[in-house]
């Protein structure tokens, strides 16, 4: 859904002094399909000011400074930093990301700067920004949270999840609970 909201954002405005100057309101109208909608169009707002304010309204290239702006935390700053100035800082980690580390048995955190200390000690530096898209694009269409598509999936002989997704995805909230509880 942000790939679709931004795209039709990004024909009406192509500077941060754009988004700066834009009336906050207007901004709400144009990401209201998004969830928080008010929450992100002040910061996407903020963001914006701070990058006219003391960056000449250029994006800065170190997580340090990036971080430093409204709404951006270690996540989109991984993206920025990798896709837009091709430096692997850090391993996005995005639900899918999260999802399909602990499935694949790269890690069994759930906090996402956790995920990412364990993805990165397991892939080379290199591949952290493709790696991250690769498992977003597996994520959204092979591997579901809800529905993962185990039978045809590419990587179910090297996943020790394979099938017991399934089963734990269509579970009960609670018998999921339960499960993982013991576990523990």
Same mark, same amino acid.
């Given at each position: 859904?942000? @790939?679709?909201? /931004?795209?039709? +954002?990004?024909?009406?405005?192509?500077?941060?002094?754009?988004?700066?100057?834009?009336?906050?309101?207007? *901004?709400? %109208?144009?990401?209201?399909?998004?969830?928080?909608?008010? #929450?992100?169009?002040?910061?996407?707002?903020?963001?914006?000011? /701070?990058?006219?304010? %003391?960056?000449?309204?250029?994006?800065?290239?170190?997580?340090?400074?990036?971080?430093?702006?409204?709404?951006?935390?270690?996540?989109?700053? @991984?993206?920025? *930093?990798? @896709?837009?100035?091709? &430096? #692997?800082?850090?391993?996005?980690?995005?639900?899918?990301?999260?999802? +399909?580390? =602990?499935?694949?048995?790269?890690?069994?955190? /759930? #906090?996402?700067?956790?995920?990412?200390?364990? +993805?990165?000690?397991? $892939?080379? &530096?290199?591949?952290? /920004?493709?790696?991250?898209?690769?498992? $977003?694009?597996?994520? &959204? =269409?092979?591997?579901?949270?809800?529905?993962?598509?185990?039978?045809?999936?590419? +990587? &179910?002989?090297?996943?020790?999840?394979?099938?017991?997704?399934?089963?734990?995805?269509?579970?009960?909230?609670? %018998?999921? @609970?339960?499960?993982?509880?013991?576990?523990?």
């Amino acid at each position: 859904m942000v @790939n679709k909201v /931004t795209a039709e +954002l990004f024909k009406k405005r192509r500077t941060a002094a754009d988004y700066a100057e834009a009336p906050i309101e207007e *901004l709400e %109208k144009d990401i209201h399909s998004l969830g928080f909608f008010r #929450n992100k169009a002040r910061a996407i707002k903020a963001c914006c000011k /701070t990058l006219v304010e %003391k960056h000449g309204g250029q994006v800065p290239d170190s997580m340090e400074e990036l971080v430093k702006l409204d709404g951006v935390g270690r996540k989109t700053a @991984n993206v920025v *930093l990798g @896709n837009a100035f091709g &430096r #692997n800082e850090g391993v996005v980690v995005d639900t899918h990301v999260a999802r +399909l580390g =602990r499935r694949l048995g790269l890690t069994e955190q /759930t #906090n996402p700067e956790k995920i990412e200390q364990d +993805l990165a000690a397991k $892939i080379p &530096r290199d591949l952290w /920004t493709e790696f991250s898209h690769w498992l $977003i694009w597996h994520g &959204r =269409r092979r591997c579901s949270a809800r529905r993962p598509q185990c039978e045809a999936c590419e +990587l &179910r002989d090297l996943c020790p999840s394979a099938d017991t997704a399934v089963k734990e995805a269509s579970a009960p909230k609670r %018998k999921r @609970n339960a499960r993982r509880a013991k576990k523990s």
